[in-house]
């Protein structure tokens, strides 16, 4: 029996070693990259990611924006030919359209779902709060091209998000603004002073008090933008921002510009001197020349065409381009010394506020001051952002916008769109008094196609050039242009059940480029 | 208690789960061990009466009542006498001899086994002549080198016998000038000459015919093949290295059934993909796990990797398994099934390659020398036309007017002969007590393409040695292997010498570009003196071999230790481990003047990376019989291991600073044009680090030698799978064979008959850092989120198998059938998907998949003749295997998964449901109802006709064999030997970049067919249904060809049938005594015919050895046609 006490106790003690050396107390060790950063790693370098996020609101600009937008709000037009049929002629491209969807998802609301997970809701509300201005402001872009989007449902299913209305997107993001509006309040009271985001902050150099402006600035564009379709939320909001502490942006030192840093290059740049593919808009070029305005060589540079040097020449949107080639020399903006490689990017001015005041005192808002007083200072105050004070300029009243001539094509020529002057005319109708708000506004808020492209289906101004080829195919009008973007085929073949829901139940239309977006009402602007 | 204040809160409840399941299993053992722990060996007690018992039943109730179990060959005792006994309470020996007594059977007692022999005649010999006899001494092993107990040695034409003992020493009286035999059932017989020195050393090779043949299973254990619930193969150390390769996996293809192995087509040194019984993992590894003496090793392939796209790139370095000395093989053990492999757990879900090395021998020292030597050519030429030139002057392609002296082989200027030396030599020498194996080998080894050299270098240590009375045994081995591959040949697109090679403009003279590859005056991409760059980046390709020299560099230690105690005649106890570190070094050098793509800017390109590897593992392992008497016996082990794999290392690249100055200081490190971004162009590589803990065990049941049962269990433990709820998961395998033959009462001509069948889980875990998602920082410094989606609720990949198969051996044992057929369904896989935009994250993991594999096996073996001095032996073995995606993951509906992205050229492989593994997508040419070709023109000269291509990737072809067949055979006369192998592929497709591309540039030898003949022949019509049959060849060879034209118009059949190897051989004669013991000669051919090939390549060749690329061909090196020279000599 000796033999069999023994084995028992070998048996067993083999045992017992095997399971202790199987203690499993290390695996969450083992399986941790140590090449990646650690949870708490991640939360100290947490501002770093937000130069990355800004940077994203004009990620794929040239698809995203600069082959839509920016033609469609008449600034812009490129002399490429990249096929027979695409945006610019109305037929709308998806490979392009689908960066100006899927980028804001993947860049700038994965990002801070990720920043939300880390806990900073709780643990830095401050960076919280400007996370969400960046969402809000992102994503805004996003609903403003497509309509319905997936935003409230967002990140909580891999394989099926589902829609939320325009109105629903538009109410979301006036209760993130109350969001990050108090928590940048709290925090100011409680750190005075205090900058945590420093420079990692390419926007505000992590300034709160600019991002409060930023904040009640927000809410008053996206109040402006809904005022046809919702306007009792639209005056509440717009109320609320005009009153709020803090103030908005008011003097071109509050302008929103998005410095570059880590190689990134001005957008306006890339496209137009690095790409080629970009110059001046019809309609910009006879506004601009028309008015004989002091930013037309700051904005714009001269054709280098030898057949009309130096002139201010654009190009008329949806022509047709044998030759890239053909239209190259046609007048461009002024990458030399204003839309240069490094030159910060606006998303939003102070001019543009004084605009908003301006019409919302011409609706009879509470806290919107005089219109009149609004549009001149609009106007000053761009005219010193560019640095081209012209005291005379809000005094002009006979200069009227030029008529357009393609002096290659005279298919392409047309009238002069509209005889709205500059200088401010108290005895206007309301809706005249909007056309000059809105055509100066206009004048000052570019480069940003986007926000003006919004302003022109919402009030129908400025009065723009409409595309010579319409390819739509019938689902896009020439004369009421184009109104939204169609969502990508992306999200047909791997989100098919929310957006085939979304367009049946929430568009209001079909899935094209003629369907009105919510805030796009068809009626009077008053 | 204190033993839990180690594992904290929730770690606890892992350990306290495998505290129970450890429990359970062992509670389970060793219920059955104490109910009979009264075993007291030979002083065991048997009571044994009856009459008219035949010596089986007798055997049979010994076997119950102690022990023991007992060996024989049926014939020998089928014509004892039946006996009367009536013993009680005596011993195994009293019993035996009254049974055996008259039986002219004799017994030998070693351990726990009785071999019954048949006696030798009686002795008529002249007792005094005896005495003029010297004695001769020696020991008898096995191949691993192990002692063989019980052999009979025997004088030829005498009387004199003796049987070895349990050091396998054996003493007779013999003269130098006679020949002893030395049998042992389970072992093939041998004979030998005593010669002068009287000390022999006879190692016996496993027989092929016995009934009771031994095979080396999991974990190392050996049983009885009848035991045996599934199918394995095994290959010999002899038949692996009777025609030497550079990777020995290679010398395994077309051998074992069920087995794919498919060599990458990247020179000498590079890997092979290994496949048994098809794959099945989607974004896992589908290749075995190898096994070194029952321990796991790693088959780590350079930092580099495989290609992952049609554009290659990065050359292969090499496999781990291709680092071994093949020399050092006793044996190799293929476990295909899970089943076979359960026991090793997550690792075998491919199944297991067993390796069993070479040991020291106790007896006389023994010193054998190998050398090996084979001349490689190219197996075969892209067919390319002679009459039409370049298009015009500076063109690429060859599309111009017709020409005369076209016919200069470019290709004889760029590829060499290779050759491959392999001089191996191992010594063995030892007493009972210890034992000392060295071996050193040397590969040298030079490809077809210039400049790729193989140089390795093995050395082995291993010792053997026991202690207390035998009762400890120590055994350790040391490996090294130094590895050296120079600039092993890129596949695809990019660097790769045969696209310029193979693109040259037809008639024009390559010769200068050979002589005069740079132009030592001119600077930056001037340098080369290549005139095209084109939009494949072709480029000189003798600037590729000699200015983008690329080298990897391996050290690979392996070091094996094992214990083993025998506790007691039924228990021991045993402690293995390993460590298998490999370093890899890796540098590529571009100079200036190498195309822009690879050299931003002009200045030279460095690209470096060291990278090491290391796997431990260890385990402890109770092995156990319990001595019950009935008609019952268990036996069976549990043991525990750990497994820990881990990766460290650097990767650097970037451009240079000061031209051609190759060194990490001189990379440039920020990015040109910018000034606030620096960037590090150094990388930490991904450590990967995983632990696999494992509890497992196994039980054999048998009753009365015809029925056994063999159960296992095995829980792991995966690193893996923390931050999930559960990194534990359990899988058993349950099988089951009968010996029909000893059942029931079967025809004579049946000499054996077994069926089996099991049924079996294998899980397999997932990649690390999968289940706890980690942000990384940029180069910038700013953080980067990582928005894969975190997988809390990973299961670990299962593959459940079923087997079914049967043993037979009919005349005389002389014709041996195996037949088996299986069934793997591989679920729970784990895939990356692509979620929708609005999830917010970039990446989802889901568990799903069903991929199943069922297929049939089989081998034949016949001994065709045995006549006189030549004998004729014959083997075939094929297999079918189907591979069948049941399923992607339709609850998310994703029903397809990329294994190989298209990255814009013709080819892209899936994972698609209802098709199989690896299929292959690309255009399709568009044709009407009819069949015919549908095109697109006028036919005018501005607008011909020109066919039409899909506008999406359709499915092309499938490159898996359906089928496959070899066959061999081996000759002997005298001292003469001959064998050679054919093998067969049959089914499947795959398709051909390569000729795509040369008929695009106009070089193929269709293209110039097709302008001699005035025309592409098609059956078509045009845009208006006019029949069209001829089209203008270039606007034809245009459309279709090139690397994103139609490319289902380049899928081929792969079946391909090849005298894989063959080898003649000779035995010198030696003077008895002489310095030499043996010296044999053999002429060895690889590869050396292609009975049957319709692709323009060798179709088993493979770009990568991953999961992706398989069945294409973008210009690929060529197989290779390998003849030499074998030499063996023993001293």
Redesign the interface.
């Known amino acids: 029996?000796q033999?069999?006490y023994?084995?028992?106790t070998?048996?067993?003690l083999?045992?017992l070693?095997?399971?202790?050396?199987?203690?499993?107390?290390?695996?969450?060790k083992?399986?941790?990259?140590?090449?990646?950063?650690?949870n708490s790693q991640?939360i100290a370098?947490?501002s770093?990611?937000y130069?990355?996020l800004e940077q994203s609101i004009y990620s794929n600009y040239q698809t995203a924006q600069n082959l839509s937008a920016d033609a469609y709000a008449g600034y812009m037009m490129s002399p490429t030919p990249f096929k027979a049929e695409y945006n610019l002629n109305y037929f709308l491209v998806d490979g392009w359209d689908r960066n100006g969807?899927?980028d804001q998802?993947?860049l700038v609301?994965?990002?801070i779902?990720?920043?939300a997970a880390a806990g900073t809701q709780a643990k830095a509300p401050d960076l919280w709060a400007v996370a969400l201005l960046i969402q809000v402001e992102a994503m805004d872009r996003v609903t403003d091209r497509f309509g319905p989007?997936?935003?409230s449902?967002?990140?909580?299913?891999?394989?099926?998000?589902a829609y939320d209305s325009q109105q629903a997107v538009y109410n979301e993001f006036f209760s993130q603004i109350d969001t990050a509006v108090a928590d940048l309040q709290a925090y100011m009271a409680a750190n005075p002073g205090k900058a945590p985001l420093g420079t990692?902050d390419l926007i505000y150099g992590g300034s709160y008090t600019e991002w409060l402006k930023f904040a009640n600035s927000l809410r008053l564009r996206l109040a402006m933008r809904i005022v046809k379709a919702d306007p009792v939320t639209a005056q509440a909001q717009a109320e609320k921002a005009m009153n709020a502490t803090g103030g908005l942006l008011s003097a071109p030192s509050d302008d929103a510009l998005i410095a570059q840093?880590?190689?990134r290059n001005n957008d306006i740049w890339t496209v137009t001197q690095s790409y080629g593919d970009n110059r001046l808009g019809a309609a910009l070029a006879t506004y601009l020349t028309g008015y004989s305005d002091p930013r037309l060589p700051v904005y714009c540079a001269p054709a280098t065409d030898p057949a009309f040097p130096g002139q201010y020449i654009g190009i008329r949107i949806g022509i047709n381009i044998a030759a890239k080639s053909d239209y190259e020399g046609y007048a461009s903006l002024n990458t030399t010394s204003n839309f240069t490689q490094t030159a910060p990017q606006l998303i939003m001015t102070a001019a543009e506020m004084w605009f908003l005041k301006a019409e919302a005192a011409l609706r009879g808002w509470s806290g919107a001051g005089d219109a009149q007083t609004d549009y001149e200072t609009g106007i000053n105050v761009s005219l010193a952002q560019w640095g081209v004070p012209s005291p005379n300029y809000i005094n002009d009243a006979t200069h009227l916008p030029a008529a357009y001539t393609d002096p290659k094509n005279s298919t392409n020529n047309s009238p002069a769109l509209s005889t709205i002057t500059i200088q401010w005319d108290p005895a206007a109708t309301d809706e005249q008094k909007l056309e000059r708000i809105i055509t100066q506004k206009w004048l000052a808020i570019f480069p940003d196609g986007q926000e003006a492209w919004a302003d022109f289906r919402r009030t129908g101004y400025p009065r723009l050039f409409t595309v010579v080829n319409n390819e739509s195919n019938g689902t896009i009008s020439t004369q009421t242009q184009i109104r939204r973007l169609a969502y990508p085929v992306?999200?047909y073949t791997?989100?098919g059940t929310?957006v085939n829901n979304a367009v049946q139940t929430l568009l209001g239309g079909a899935d094209n480029g003629g369907t009105r977006l919510w805030w796009d009402v068809n009626k009077g602007n008053f | 208690m204190e033993l839990f204040t180690y594992c904290k809160n929730r770690q606890r409840r892992g350990f306290l789960q495998k505290m129970a399941l450890s429990m359970k299993l062992t509670t389970a053992f060793l219920l059955l061990a104490v109910m009979q722990i009264s075993a007291r060996g030979l002083s065991q007690k048997i009571s044994l009466s009856g009459k008219k018992l035949s010596l089986e039943e007798v055997f049979s109730v010994i076997e119950q009542q102690t022990p023991f179990s007992f060996v024989y060959k049926y014939n020998d005792i089928q014509r004892s006498q039946p006996v009367n006994l009536r013993l009680r309470n005596v011993s195994v020996q009293q019993a035996l001899d009254a049974c055996l007594k008259g039986q002219h059977l004799s017994y030998t007692i070693e351990k726990d086994i009785i071999a019954i022999k048949k006696e030798v005649g009686e002795d008529k010999e002249d007792s005094s002549s005896l005495s003029l006899l010297e004695a001769v001494s020696g020991v008898v092993t096995n191949e691993a080198g192990e002692p063989l107990a019980g052999v009979t040695v025997h004088v030829q034409g005498s009387t004199r016998s003796v049987a070895t003992d349990g050091k396998g020493a054996f003493s007779i009286q013999a003269d130098e000038k006679e020949i002893l035999e030395f049998s042992i059932v389970g072992y093939e017989s041998k004979r030998m000459p005593v010669g002068a020195d009287k000390k022999i050393v006879v190692t016996l090779a496993v027989s092929q015919k016995s009934i009771n043949e031994i095979v080396v299973t999991a974990l190392g254990i050996r049983r009885s093949e009848k035991s045996l619930t599934y199918a394995t193969q095994q290959v010999s150390g002899d038949e692996l290295n009777r025609v030497k390769t550079d990777n020995l996996m290679n010398s395994l293809n077309g051998k074992v059934a069920g087995l794919t192995i498919s060599p990458s087509a990247s020179g000498v040194g590079g890997s092979a993909k290994v496949i048994l019984r098809g794959s099945r993992s989607a974004n896992g590894n589908n290749q075995p796990l190898y096994v070194i003496d029952g321990v796991p090793i790693t088959n780590s392939a350079n930092a580099n990797g495989q290609p992952t796209s049609t554009y290659g790139g990065s050359p292969d370095g090499g496999d781990g398994i291709s680092n071994l000395n093949p020399e050092d093989i006793a044996s190799i053990s293929v476990l295909e099934g899970a089943s076979a492999a359960a026991l090793y757990g997550s690792q075998a879900q491919n199944g297991v390659i067993l390796i069993t090395t070479k040991k020291g021998r106790a007896g006389q020292a023994q010193i054998n020398f190998s050398s090996s030597f084979t001349a490689d050519n190219i197996a075969y030429k892209p067919s390319l036309q002679s009459s039409y030139g370049q298009t015009k002057s500076g063109a690429t392609d060859s599309w111009g007017p017709s020409i005369s002296g076209g016919n200069h082989d470019n290709l004889k200027d760029f590829f060499q002969t290779g050759t491959n030396w392999t001089n191996a030599i191992n010594l063995s020498t030892g007493s009972t007590n210890a034992q000392t194996y060295f071996s050193y080998a040397n590969t040298s080894a030079k490809g077809v393409e210039p400049g790729n050299k193989l140089e390795r270098n093995n050395f082995t240590v291993r010792e053997t040695a026991h202690f207390l009375n035998d009762k400890l045994t120590v055994d350790a081995n040391i490996n090294y292997v130094a590895q050296t591959i120079n600039n092993s040949p890129a596949l695809g697109i990019y660097n790769n010498p045969l696209t310029g090679l193979y693109l040259f403009p037809r008639g024009l003279d390559i010769t200068p570009y050979k002589n005069q590859y740079l132009f030592a005056d001119s600077t930056g991409f001037a340098r080369q003196n290549w005139p095209f760059n084109d939009a494949l980046y072709q480029q000189n390709p003798w600037w590729i071999v000699h200015m983008e020299p690329n080298t990897a560099t391996r050290n690979r230690i392996l070091f094996n230790g094992s214990v083993r105690y025998d506790v007691a005649s039924w228990l021991n106890i045993q402690v293995r481990g390993n460590v298998d570190r490999t370093a890899d070094n890796y540098e590529s050098d571009e100079y200036a003047g190498t195309n822009a793509l690879y050299n931003t800017n002009g200045h030279g390109h460095l690209m470096l990376s060291n990278q090491t590897t290391e796997q431990k593992y260890g385990d402890l392992i109770a092995n156990f019989h319990i001595p019950i008497h009935s008609d019952f016996k268990i036996d069976g082990l549990i043991g525990s291991s750990i497994t820990d794999n881990t990766t460290q290392g650097l990767t650097l690249q970037g451009d240079l600073s000061t031209p051609d100055f190759f060194t990490p200081g001189n990379i440039i490190a920020s990015l040109a044009g910018l000034t606030s971004i620096t960037t590090s162009n150094t990388t930490a590589i991904v450590p990967n680090h995983s632990q696999l803990q494992a509890v497992f065990g196994n039980a054999n049941v048998s009753y009365k030698d015809w029925a056994y049962l063999t159960l296992t269990g095995r829980n792991d433990w995966s690193s893996n799978l923390a931050f999930t709820p559960n990194f534990s998961y359990f899988y058993p395998s349950a099988g089951l064979s009968l010996i029909l033959n000893q059942m029931l009462k079967l025809p004579k001509f049946i000499d054996y008959a077994k069926i089996r069948g099991t049924y079996a889980q294998v899980g397999n875990t997932v990649p690390p850092y999968l289940t706890f998602i980690q942000n990384t920082q940029n180069a910038a410094g700013q953080l980067v989120f990582n928005t894969a989606n975190a997988f809390r609720t990973l299961k670990p990949e299962r593959t459940n198998s079923t087997e079914l198969g049967t043993d037979l051996r009919f005349l005389d044992n002389k014709l041996k059938v195996s037949f088996t057929y299986y069934k793997t369904n591989t679920k729970n896989q784990y895939f990356p998907i692509q979620p929708v935009t609005a999830s917010l994250y970039s990446t989802g993991y889901v568990n799903a998949g069903n991929i199943q594999n069922s297929g049939i096996e089989f081998t034949l073996g016949y001994d065709l003749i045995h006549r006189g001095a030549f004998t004729w032996t014959t083997s075939v073995n094929g297999a079918v295997n189907r591979n069948k995606v049941l399923d992607v993951d339709s609850k998310d509906s994703i029903n397809s998964f990329v294994l190989t992205s298209n990255y814009n050229n013709a080819y892209e492989s899936h994972l698609t449901k209802g098709g199989s593994y690896g299929d292959i997508y690309g255009y399709t040419i568009q044709r009407d109802a009819q069949g015919r070709i549908v095109l697109n023109g006028s036919g005018t000269a501005a607008d011909p006709y020109k066919p039409q291509q899909s506008s999406a990737f359709n499915y092309i072809g499938n490159p898996n064999p359906k089928f496959q067949l070899g066959w061999s055979n081996e000759f002997t006369y005298k001292k003469v030997s001959f064998s050679f192998l054919v093998d067969g592929k049959f089914g499947g497709q795959v398709l051909s970049l390569t000729q795509a591309i040369l008929d695009q540039y106009g070089v193929s030898k269709v293209t110039g067919d097709a302008r001699n003949q005035g025309g592409v022949k098609i059956n078509g019509v045009d845009n208006t249904g006019k029949a069209i049959t001829t089209v203008n060849p270039q606007v034809w060879y245009e459309a279709i060809g090139g690397r994103t034209g139609i490319s289902g118009e380049y899928i081929y059949s792969a079946t391909v049938v090849r005298l894989r190897e063959a080898a003649l051989g000779y035995t010198l004669p030696v003077p008895n005594g002489g310095f030499f013991k043996s010296v044999k000669l053999s002429l060895i051919g690889r590869n050396l015919i292609y009975f049957y090939k319709k692709a323009p390549f060798d179709p088993e060749l493979t770009m990568s050895t991953g999961n992706g690329l398989s069945g294409v061909d973008v210009f690929n090196q060529p197989a290779t046609r390998n003849i030499g020279l074998n030499l063996n000599v023993t001293f």
Do not use: W
């Open positions: 029996m033999i069999s023994k084995s028992i070998v048996i067993f083999t045992l070693i095997g399971s202790l050396s199987g203690c499993t107390k290390d695996f969450e083992i399986d941790t990259n140590p090449t990646a950063l650690s991640t370098i947490l770093t990611a130069g990355p969807f899927v998802y993947n609301m994965a990002p779902s990720k920043i989007i997936p935003y449902k967002a990140g909580t299913s891999l394989t099926s998000v990692s840093s880590g190689g992306s999200e791997a989100n929310a």
